[in-house]
């Protein structure tokens, strides 16, 4: 089992900036890709982005690429969503999800990829 901990999220002004952090605790971290995913109001959620199980790769979905960025910290077990440029549009619950995927090339972007959720952290970008 891998317990997930999401922390960071709140109320931001369109153009601002927020962190959001999941922390990893259970299992080996970096054993696991990680991924980022939303769900705003009466919507599906939808995938964010993830990041392979060393680092050195993420994949983004098209509206936030250049404005989001993921990254990791194994030795703290770790995963960041930074996010800039931020619009109303991101307004949603932001949640981590982890898969086995130690040494995989492979890019996990379907919720079904996932078997371990955080709790999610609200955001909510202003006007």
């Known amino acids: 089992q891998v317990q997930l901990v999401e922390s960071g999220g709140g109320l931001v002004q369109a153009g601002g900036s927020l962190r959001l952090a999941c922390a990893a605790s259970g299992r080996t971290f970096s054993n696991y890709a990680m991924g980022w995913f939303r769900q705003a109001p009466g919507k599906e959620r939808e995938f964010v982005g993830t990041?392979?199980?060393?680092?050195?790769?993420?994949f983004y979905r098209d509206s936030v690429k250049g404005r989001f960025t993921i990254s990791r910290d194994n030795a703290r077990n770790t995963v960041y969503l930074q996010m800039n440029s931020l619009k109303p549009e991101d307004t949603a619950v932001y949640y981590c999800?982890?898969?086995?995927?130690?040494?995989?090339?492979?890019?996990?972007?379907?919720?079904?990829?996932?078997?371990?959720w955080g709790q999610g952290t609200q955001v909510t970008v202003s006007s």
């Open positions: 990041i392979n199980w060393s680092g050195r790769s993420t």
């Open positions: 999800a982890a898969r086995a995927a130690k040494y995989s090339s492979g890019t996990y972007s379907l919720r079904n990829d996932y078997a371990y």
